[in-house]
């Protein structure tokens, strides 16, 4: 029965991640062709947050309280499942709210409620992981929902600006980058690093060196924040901060990586060859994240990479498609919440195949904008990979549905 409520839960969400696609089908339609209808800056607000809400933190609380479902009341259970279904509900009036007027009294109102409903979980989850001492990941997880909670001063200060109409840039983009980088470094990848680890503990595999992997990921999440906000001109002795914080992070993925090679993954968790492609696409993901983060240590690569719009979009697509959504979608996948049939297999390698072209193309143009070279006709190519992208996640919610019915 538990089982099944995540199961149902979990296409919800993949529901979730196909508007999320299907906005960026129109937003790139809008962008290529002419559609007089619907403001695109309000298209931007909606596609944003249903995603880090509707979709992202969704999964991400439903998959995290699936590790602990066994070991908490049924009554615990059930609260969290009104949790969920209030921030549903929520997200769902944020993205009519932001298509609708943008940032207004109702977007702001629910974009609140949304960060309320993060503490309510934050607390509830914190609450149990304090009693239950030996969950595998357990670390990861409390460090995550932390940084979750930390991000939200971000999202605070932001809807004071936009309610109050009195925009300074730089406290806008420190602002906004202070929320991304918490919620893409912090929340997002802490709790998937802390699901796989879970994962792998249950499948009888051990990292040896985990607690020293998450100390310098954890501890080097807080100054590395100064990476988005090199553009201050910040004092050398927190420009120093900053690069030994990043280069601790490089190292971590080094011995993170290493440790995993070592185990010989591949064969200890007996993959097919779907799970297999969809761990070397997260993980290749995850190592050009980091690369191109310690390579913005370096002035003139970060002057590029803050002064080309297309570079930024390229870079935030990797880290919320490339490597996010597709670990979602893998652990789920692992799990068996979608299940291995060929129909949803085809499902996957559409979705992960357009990923990769989307992410190829974006860093394309975006290397292209640094000599103001123009591709041709790539906002057409865009139009027509974010339509693969949303026939795979088609294809992938049928076949789950499907099968889920006749077993």
Wanted: charge should be positive; aromatic fraction near 18%; hydrophobic fraction near 55%.
């Amino acid at each position: 029965m538990i089982e099944s409520k995540t199961s149902q839960w979990i296409n919800k969400c993949l529901i979730n991640l196909f508007i999320v696609a299907a906005l960026g089908v129109l937003m790139r339609y809008k962008i290529a062709f002419e559609f007089p209808f619907f403001s695109q800056k309000n298209l931007q607000h909606a596609h944003s947050h249903f995603a880090f809400n509707g979709w992202v933190s969704l999964i991400l609380m439903i998959l995290l309280v699936d590790t602990i479902k066994n070991r908490i009341t049924e009554t615990s259970l059930k609260s969290f499942n009104i949790l969920f279904t209030i921030s549903l509900i929520v997200s769902y009036g944020m993205l009519i709210s932001f298509t609708m007027q943008g940032y207004g009294i109702y977007s702001i109102v629910l974009s609140t409620v949304a960060i309320f409903i993060s503490f309510w979980f934050a607390w509830h989850f914190f609450t149990i992981l304090r009693e239950i001492k030996d969950i595998p990941g357990r670390d990861w997880m409390l460090a995550a929902i932390f940084f979750s909670v930390l991000s939200s001063l971000g999202t605070f200060w932001l809807s004071v600006m936009m309610a109050s109409k009195n925009l300074d840039q730089h406290a806008y983009l420190a602002s906004l980058y202070w929320y991304l980088h918490f919620q893409y470094n912090g929340w997002f990848f802490l709790a998937c690093v802390g699901l796989f680890i879970n994962y792998l503990h249950l499948n009888g595999i051990n990292i040896s060196n985990e607690k020293q992997i998450f100390y310098l990921f954890a501890i080097s999440c807080v100054p590395t924040y100064g990476l988005s906000i090199l553009w201050l001109n910040l004092p050398n002795w927190v420009y120093t901060l900053i690069i030994l914080a990043t280069i601790a992070q490089f190292y971590a993925l080094i011995l993170m990586f290493r440790q995993l090679i070592k185990l010989k993954l591949f064969n200890e968790l007996k993959l097919d060859f779907v799970a297999k492609i969809l761990m070397v696409c997260f993980a290749t993901a995850l190592t050009i994240k980091f690369s191109l983060q310690f390579g913005s240590l370096f002035p003139a690569i970060s002057k590029f990479a803050f002064g080309f719009r297309h570079i930024v979009i390229a870079y935030l697509h990797l880290v919320l498609l490339a490597f996010t959504s597709v670990f979602l979608i893998s652990y789920s996948y692992f799990k068996g919440y979608i299940l291995p049939s060929s129909s949803a297999k085809l499902g996957i390698m559409l979705f992960v195949l357009g990923v990769f072209l989307n992410e190829l193309l974006l860093a394309t143009q975006g290397i292209a904008s640094i000599s103001y070279t123009m591709i041709p006709f790539v906002n057409e190519s865009l139009f027509v990979i974010s339509i693969l992208i949303s026939l795979g996640l088609v294809v992938l919610i049928l076949a789950n549905f499907k099968h889920q019915k006749t077993t």
